[in-house]
Structures are given as structure tokens and as C-alpha cells.
């Protein structure tokens, strides 16, 4: 997987964003899978604590199933998880934390994710998403986080093939371990990801879900 980033325009909000991935037809996970960052314009040069992401995850040709997570720090453990499932045409997250390689607990810092626009088709699911207080991390005293001045992040991402138990309530998902694909990469940050729009982009960020 290439750390060098891939940039796209999203067609839907014309957001700028470096991208990471597995092309569909690869054999590391089935459907392929996509993870981005738009950042503040002095991202680049100043720590930010928060990024516009998206999110495209697989869900093997069944409608609706399916999740997938990005870990912000590299690694399942003592880094911040995003997990994201669809249900019923649209896009729930939750935010977890896991101290093993069990079942992630619910993360108990002040992560804020606002959704800017969200797809489900028979495959895949596509969520642009606002996400604050996501670049530093905190649950009960551990603490991480990561650097975008660095201009290089340590990023992980898994995805699944079973949907999530009570999907429409993120604190009380259940799950198995994750069985299409996971992997730990680099990702490289370029001039592109960072951009004077930021602010008006974050701005649509207005739906919550649930
Ligand atoms: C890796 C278990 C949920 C993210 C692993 C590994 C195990 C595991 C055993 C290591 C596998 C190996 O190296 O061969 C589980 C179980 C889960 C769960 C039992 C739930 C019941 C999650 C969730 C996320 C996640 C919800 C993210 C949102 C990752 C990532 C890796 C990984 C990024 C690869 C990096 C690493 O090895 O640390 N998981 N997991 N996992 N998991 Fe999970």
C-alpha cells in the first residue's frame, strides 16, 4: 500500500483530499478501500486537532452489510478507532478505543463526528465526514495523537463482511473480529491536503447520525 498520497475531488462536495488505498480487484481486501483527509489551511505548519475525512469502505456486493474502522494512530490499540457500518441507506459511526485485540471499548473523550455526505449502493459506502477533536487523543488518562506538521501519519484500516449487532444504536454495536483485510501504512501528507476552503467546507458538516 503506497504512502505516497493519491489526490481526488470528491464529485458530490468538491472537497480536495489525499487518499490512501487498496484498489477494488486487490487481493488485500475484497471491494477495495479508500481513506482521505482534507485539513485546515495551516495544517501543514500548526498542529491540527480535527480533518474532514472520507471514508470508502466495501461491502461485498450485499446491500447494507458490512463495517469498517481506520485506526488515526497505526495500530488497534491505544490509538483512536473510527468504525463505520451501514443500515438502512445511511452511514453510522462510533468511536472506540481497545487497550487488546477484543472488542473496543466505547471511547469516552470528546471526538465529534458531523457527516457532509454520505452513499450507500449495493457495494460500497461513502461517507464525507467532519471529525473534531480526532487528531489528539484521551480515554480515562491515555493519551496519543497525531501530527500533521509532520506532514506523515501512521494510519490502520480493517474491514468486515458481517454487519454490526444493533446497528442503529453505535453504543451498543456488537462484533466479530474484522475478516476482510487490515493493515498498518504510512501516509504522506502533501501540499494538497491542506487548503484555504477548509473552514467553508467544514461548515456543510451539519448531520449527525443518529
Ligand atoms: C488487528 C481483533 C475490532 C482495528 C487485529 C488483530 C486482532 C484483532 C486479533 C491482529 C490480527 C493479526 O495481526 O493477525 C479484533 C476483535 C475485534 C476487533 C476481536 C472486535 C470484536 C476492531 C475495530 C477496529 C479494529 C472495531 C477499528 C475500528 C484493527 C486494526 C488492526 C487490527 C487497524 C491492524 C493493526 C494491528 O494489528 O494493530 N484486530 N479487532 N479492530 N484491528 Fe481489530
Redesign the pocket.
Known amino acids: 500500500q503506497a504512502s505516497t498520497p493519491t489526490t481526488i475531488t470528491d464529485a458530490k462536495t468538491g472537497i480536495v483530499f489525499n487518499t490512501w488505498g487498496i484498489a477494488n480487484g486487490a487481493s488485500q481486501t475484497a471491494g477495495g478501500f479508500t481513506f482521505g483527509v482534507a485539513l485546515p489551511s495551516n495544517a501543514l505548519t500548526t498542529d491540527a486537532d480535527e480533518f474532514i475525512g472520507y471514508l470508502q469502505c466495501s461491502s461485498k456486493d450485499v446491500t447494507n452489510t458490512g463495517w469498517c474502522?481506520?485506526?488515526l494512530g497505526?495500530?488497534?490499540?491505544n490509538s483512536l478507532?473510527?468504525?463505520a457500518w451501514p443500515s438502512s441507506g445511511s452511514i453510522y459511526t462510533s468511536f472506540?478505543y481497545?487497550t487488546g485485540?477484543?472488542?473496543?471499548d466505547v471511547y469516552t473523550g470528546d471526538a465529534k463526528l458531523s457527516q457532509i455526505s454520505s452513499t450507500v449502493n449495493a457495494t460500497h459506502f461513502t461517507l464525507v465526514f467532519r471529525c473534531q477533536k480526532c487528531l489528539q487523543w484521551n480515554q480515562g488518562g491515555q493519551t496519543g495523537g497525531v501530527s500533521t506538521s509532520a506532514s506523515f501519519m501512521v494510519l490502520?484500516?480493517?474491514q468486515a463482511f458481517p454487519a454490526p449487532g444493533n446497528p442503529t444504536c453505535p453504543s451498543q454495536i456488537t462484533?466479530?473480529?474484522?475478516d476482510n483485510g487490515?493493515?498498518?501504512f504510512g501516509a504522506q501528507l502533501d501540499s494538497k491536503a491542506a487548503n484555504p476552503s477548509y473552514s467553508a467546507w467544514a461548515a456543510k458538516a451539519t448531520t449527525t447520525v443518529p
Open positions: 474502522g481506520v485506526s497505526g495500530p488497534m490499540t478507532l473510527l468504525t472506540r481497545a485485540y477484543t472488542m473496543p490502520g484500516w480493517v462484533m466479530q473480529q474484522h487490515m493493515s498498518i
